[in-house]
T-cell receptor, first 114, second 114 residues
């Protein structure tokens, strides 16, 4: 079955520091991977997606993620955190076979300290 | 213009009542979804409809009944509300042939059952 695992339910960084949010997937076929962000009391916004065109994917707000098949990972990074990046981040997957429904990881809350 | 709109945004009701949440999308998508986000922020798919046809029906109590009058609308009716139904419900939409572009989510309906 398809799934994604997000390591770390809470991550705290200082403003200006590197942001690294981890996501690993389990799949025997190439997955389609996504990162979504949820700001407090808001809906989900697509940050970026991997659809096999390129392994390094750039998204909105300075975020990027690299698909590493050998590590079955799709970690989200940002070189320099801003206070406005504080939010909940979700990794998600759609498989190319079967049901093709977006399945989410458990989420990582990012806190940015001044 | 809001792409995926849900009403109401907040819903507080007593146990045993029946309530509905409405969702509309103006993106021309042909597939719509309902997700439930629990108090721990975990997101789980409940239903999906493609061109008014039910595609995904997860293990959801039959007190929950989705209805799609046309491909731009997907409503969720809940009978005999229970305390455990308290959650945030998100509507989303996508193109069935291109789900890999990601889903567009509404801003959510926070349901509180007292």
């Amino acid at each position: 079955a398809q799934s994604v695992t997000q390591l770390g339910s809470h991550v705290s960084v200082s403003e200006g520091a590197l942001v690294l949010l981890r996501c690993n997937y389990s799949s025997s076929v190439p997955p389609y991977l996504f990162w979504y962000v949820q700001y407090p009391n808001q809906g989900l916004q697509l940050l970026l997606k991997y659809t096999s065109a390129a392994t390094l994917v750039k998204g909105i707000n300075g975020f990027e993620a690299e698909f590493k098949k050998s590590e079955t990972s799709f970690h989200l990074t940002k070189p320099s955190a801003h206070m406005s990046d504080a939010a909940e981040y979700f990794c998600a997957v759609i498989m190319d076979t079967g049901r093709r429904a977006l399945t989410f990881g458990s989420g990582t809350r990012l806190q940015v300290q001044p | 213009d809001t792409a995926v709109s849900q009403t109401p945004k907040y819903l507080v009701t007593q146990m045993g009542n029946d309530k509905s949440i409405k969702c509309e999308q103006n993106l021309g998508h042909d597939t719509m979804y309902w997700y439930k986000q629990d108090s721990k922020k975990f997101l789980k798919i409940m239903f999906s409809y493609n061109n008014k046809e039910l595609i995904i029906n997860e293990t959801v109590p039959n007190r929950f009944s989705p209805k799609s009058p046309d491909k731009a609308h997907l409503n969720l009716h809940i009978n005999s509300l229970e305390l455990g139904d308290s959650a945030v419900y998100f509507c989303a939409s996508s193109h069935e042939r291109d789900p890999y572009y990601g889903y567009t989510f509404g801003s959510g309906t926070r349901l509180t059952v007292v």
